[in-house]
């Protein structure tokens, strides 16, 4: 890594340029480098979180809303077995229904295992049956007709999973939102320390601000000689703390590869989604280094105009 | 080409340091600016240099009242002065050569451009084996004679020296006066050099503008 930190520019070459006029050591350089580094990690790992959130709640969402479920509760003097097989017709008939299954009794059974335990004989007592109905299109499907037909059995009622997506879509919502809110934070932070590091570095090279005012050098000028030391350092630190960024998801990905057996590891990658870095995420990461590298250019740009501006 | 009229100069609510200066300097003269420490000759230079702005009176300088001047105007005008200092001010991370060519690349020259032309001001100085020198492997006299040279190299109308002999002994203050009398008699620079060094006007002939508790009078 070091070599790799090393061979990256210590300022950006300009045309027609002789030696520096801000010496390379007079910069805090190393420091405020290590701090654009961890700020370029957070915030990429930030938006990792945000889009993995979010990718998984789009794909969560997706497949509840493909599916409804008929409940029928038992009803005396009702028989079951006719009102599952009138269920299943109905839904078949439903436009926009693709199939339409009545869960066995050992399906229906093991359905409540979780919460009954295992080995207990049900046969006794009745319990409510499920007819999973699994839409084709579930924008044009009509859920009101099924609704209404459905009325016809005893004891039947149609869950469409409706508030269970509502709330799965505030909660993803929420994190994504906080998500940006803590990139929108780092964002400030960053942009602070910047400014904080850049006033030291102005104060600390007082004397050359000053001989370069005597001879004639524009404020323009000055602050050209200073910005390309500061987009240097945002684009070496942002690289670092970009690939260290990929390190670690990498890292994740073969942990959670690693440590989760293989049934539940398929099991956590559809409730979480997967923690691979696609080519988007590595696209997403370039421009977070981009972006931190612009946003060190710009704010000590600023930052060097007024200091000139409130000194000359 | 440099006119002061009833010029008074004060930092902050204090008393006035500058008072009443009235006097006006054709293009191409040299003259002395003496008087004791703390009579206000930097504070003078610095006014001649634009970095302050006088409380009352007019300066105008190159034909233009400079308390209207905007900022871009007053930097074009500022190319046009020259400054030396007692302490020289070369940035010591810059070889001699770079340091005598930093104003040129201030304007935007290419090294191409101004190579040659710095090459031959230093060897006019004197100054063309140590081109590669940094500021802190010259003597005192080197390195004043390289900020003589980046204060010149960019061909300024007037040329100002604050205490320019103050740092070099006796000898060499005299040959640093006898060079800026060469660049007030081949290219025609008006200089106003600063100093407190009575034997120093003495072997010169130049007039004096002397400042003493805020007034100046000017002789011969």
């Known amino acids: ?4 930190i090393d061979r990256l520019p210590l300022r950006i070459p300009l045309p027609n340029r002789g030696a520096p006029i801000v010496p390379d050591r007079s910069v805090a350089g190393r420091t405020l480098m290590l701090l ?4 370029t990690f957070l915030s990429a790992v930030t938006l990792g979180g945000v889009v993995l959130v979010q990718k998984s709640a789009i794909s ?45 009794l050992e399906e229906s059974e093991d359905l409540l295992e979780p919460w009954l335990g295992a080995g207990l004989d049900l046969s006794a007592i009745e319990i409510p049956r499920l007819v999973a109905v699994e839409l084709s299109d579930p924008v044009d499907a009509d859920i009101p007709s099924l609704e209404r037909d459905l009325q016809a059995i005893k004891g039947a009622s149609l869950d469409t999973h409706a508030a269970w997506r509502q709330q799965l879509n505030t909660m993803a919502g929420t994190i994504v ?8 934070l780092i964002a400030v932070a960053t942009v602070l320390a910047i400014i904080f590091a850049t006033r030291g570095t102005m104060a600390s090279n007082r004397e050359i601000v000053d001989v370069l005012h005597f001879i004639g050098a524009s404020n323009g000028f000055i602050a050209g000689e200073f910005q390309g030391r500061f987009l240097a350092i945002g684009l070496r630190g942002g690289v670092i703390g970009g690939v260290a960024a990929i390190l670690f998801f990498l890292l994740v990905g073969t942990a959670v590869g690693s440590m989760v057996p293989e049934a539940a590891s398929a099991q956590v990658g559809i409730f979480f989604g997967q923690f691979v870095l696609g080519l988007d995420g590595i696209i997403g990461i370039a ?5 931190i590298a612009g946003l060190t250019a710009i704010t000590s740009r600023m930052t060097v105009r007024r200091f000139l501006s409130q000194t000359s | 080409m ?16 500058l008072r009443d200066l009235t006097f006006k300097i054709e293009p191409g003269t040299f003259y002395f600016l003496t008087g004791p420490s703390g009579a206000g000759k930097t504070s003078l230079l610095r006014l001649l240099l634009l970095s302050l702005k006088p409380t009352r009176g007019r300066v105008t300088m190159f034909g233009e009242d400079v308390s209207h001047l905007t900022q871009d105007r007053l930097l074009q005008m500022r190319r046009h002065i020259g400054i030396v200092f007692q302490e020289f001010r070369l940035l010591d991370h810059l070889t001699t050569y770079e340091n005598v060519a930093l104003p040129l690349r201030v304007l935007g020259q290419a090294e191409s451009e ?9 060897d006019w100085v004197g100054l063309g084996e140590r081109m590669d020198a940094l500021p802190s492997l010259l003597s005192g006299g080197e390195k004043q004679r390289a900020a003589i040279a980046r204060a010149v190299i960019a061909r300024p109308k007037v040329l100002l020296a604050d205490e320019p002999t103050g740092n070099v002994d006796p000898d060499l203050s005299s040959r640093l006066v006898h060079l800026f009398a060469e660049l007030n008699r081949t290219l025609g620079m008006t200089i106003i050099l600063a100093t407190h060094e009575l034997p120093l006007l003495d072997r010169f002939s130049y007039p004096r503008m002397v400042l003493n508790k805020g007034e100046l009078e000017i002789h011969g």
């Open chain 1, 1 to 4: 890594m070091a070599s790799l």
């Open chain 1, 36 to 39: 654009i580094a961890i700020m």
């Open chain 1, 60 to 104: 969560w969402s997706a497949e509840v809303g493909r599916e409804v479920t008929i409940q029928i509760r038992p009803v005396d003097g009702e028989v079951m077995e006719s009102n599952l097989r009138t269920a299943v017709s109905l839904a078949e008939a439903t436009p926009g229904v693709a199939s339409a299954r009545a869960l066995s």
């Open chain 1, 177 to 184: 939102l906080s998500g940006l809110l803590v990139l929108a």
């Open chain 1, 287 to 291: 421009l977070v280094v981009i972006v």
């Open chain 2, 2 to 17: 440099i006119e002061f009229s009833d010029v008074g100069l004060r930092y902050g609510n204090g008393p006035e340091i």
């Open chain 2, 114 to 122: 101004y190579r040659g032309n710095v090459t031959e001001l230093l």
